[in-house]
């Protein structure tokens, strides 16, 4: 186990001198997109939702009440980023993944790294995201700052089945069913903007499924201050089941294409 963690470790020491030469092209998808989300949705069509009430909302602002959505939605958007192009690029591009188990590591120490630098990714920019939303006034509920963790675990939620397809690909063309058939309909349907009962109820259970939908609904009650412990719990075990499922395909996945 020790031996396990030192090479995910140094494993997640390789990414992060990457990520040092690289950190500035990352800025508009991770920072500058989220900042213009919540600016235009929570301030600008904001001010005409509340204008007409906010009954449907529970009562909070229209911008208190996408917030955790936000948050949550940009972690899944960076995971999802972060676990299909560069995996790829590992695997199949590149190839410095073949070259990382040509030293003493593993397959599996190869997916930590990776999934740890992703947990990097998506923590740092959804720290500065909370910093900017509390500024705002997103949050009711000192609660609401464990959103993070929460996002961090929606991230990985996504990132660990991700890279798991990614290892079966021979292109990247795979990757535009994750994204037309998954993250942007995840975006739109899982309670981000709207109540999910509004949708058709076969809609609705579908947005149920997602791993969003948990995250947004745990993120949202934390930040509101009217958090279910019950439902919390349910909410977290959901995604931790996501997490740790996808991240034992990934194993599976990278030892098939790298070993055999």
Same mark, same amino acid.
């Given at each position: 186990?020790?031996?396990?963690?030192?090479?995910?470790?140094?494993?997640?020491?390789?990414?992060?001198?990457?990520?040092?030469?690289?950190?500035?092209?990352?800025?508009?998808?991770?920072?500058?997109?989220?900042?213009?989300? $919540?600016? @235009?949705?929570?301030?600008? &069509? #904001?001010?005409? +939702?509340?204008?007409?009430?906010?009954? *449907?909302?529970? =009562?909070?602002?229209?911008?208190?009440?996408?917030?955790?959505?936000?948050?949550?939605?940009?972690?899944?958007?960076?995971?999802?980023?972060?676990?299909?192009?560069?995996?790829?690029?590992?695997?199949?591009?590149?190839?410095?993944?073949?070259?990382?188990?040509?030293?003493?590591?593993?397959?599996?120490?190869?997916?930590?790294?990776?999934?740890?630098?992703?947990?990097?990714?998506?923590?740092?920019?959804?720290?500065?995201?909370?910093?900017?939303?509390?500024?705002?006034?997103? $949050?009711? @509920?000192?609660?609401?700052? &464990? #959103?993070?963790? +929460?996002?961090?675990?929606?991230?990985? *939620?996504?990132? =660990?089945?991700?890279?798991?397809?990614?290892?079966?690909?021979?292109?990247?063309?795979?990757?535009?069913?994750?994204?037309?058939?998954?993250?942007?309909?995840?975006?739109?349907?899982?309670?981000?903007?709207?109540?999910?009962?509004?949708?058709?109820?076969?809609?609705?259970?579908?947005?149920?499924?997602?791993?969003?939908?948990?995250?947004?609904?745990?993120?949202?009650?934390?930040?509101?201050?009217?958090?279910?412990?019950?439902?919390?719990?349910?909410?977290?075990?959901?995604? $931790?089941?996501?997490?740790?499922?996808?991240?034992?395909?990934? +194993?599976?996945?990278?030892?098939?294409?790298?070993?055999?």
């Amino acid at each position: 186990m020790a031996l396990a963690l030192e090479n995910g470790r140094r494993q997640f020491d390789y990414w992060l001198t990457v990520y040092k030469r690289t950190w500035k092209g990352t800025l508009v998808t991770s920072f500058v997109l989220p900042l213009l989300y $919540l600016a @235009s949705m929570g301030i600008g &069509l #904001g001010s005409f +939702v509340d204008s007409n009430g906010t009954g *449907a909302l529970g =009562g909070v602002s229209y911008l208190q009440y996408i917030a955790p959505g936000l948050l949550a939605s940009t972690a899944l958007q960076i995971a999802v980023g972060e676990a299909t192009y560069p995996v790829m690029s590992g695997l199949k591009w590149q190839k410095f993944y073949h070259s990382m188990i040509a030293t003493p590591l593993r397959a599996a120490d190869v997916v930590y790294g990776q999934l740890g630098f992703i947990a990097f990714r998506v923590f740092s920019s959804c720290a500065v995201f909370m910093v900017v939303i509390t500024l705002f006034g997103g $949050l009711k @509920s000192p609660l609401g700052v &464990l #959103g993070l963790p +929460v996002a961090l675990l929606v991230g990985m *939620a996504a990132a =660990g089945p991700v890279a798991a397809y990614a290892s079966t690909l021979e292109n990247d063309a795979g990757f535009a069913m994750i994204f037309r058939f998954g993250v942007v309909p995840a975006f739109l349907f899982s309670g981000a903007f709207f109540p999910v009962s509004q949708l058709p109820n076969w809609i609705e259970w579908l947005a149920y499924v997602s791993p969003l939908w948990h995250g947004v609904e745990l993120a949202r009650a934390l930040s509101l201050g009217t958090v279910n412990p019950w439902l919390a719990l349910v909410n977290i075990v959901y995604l $931790l089941a996501w997490f740790v499922g996808g991240t034992w395909l990934a +194993v599976r996945g990278f030892s098939k294409r790298l070993i055999g």
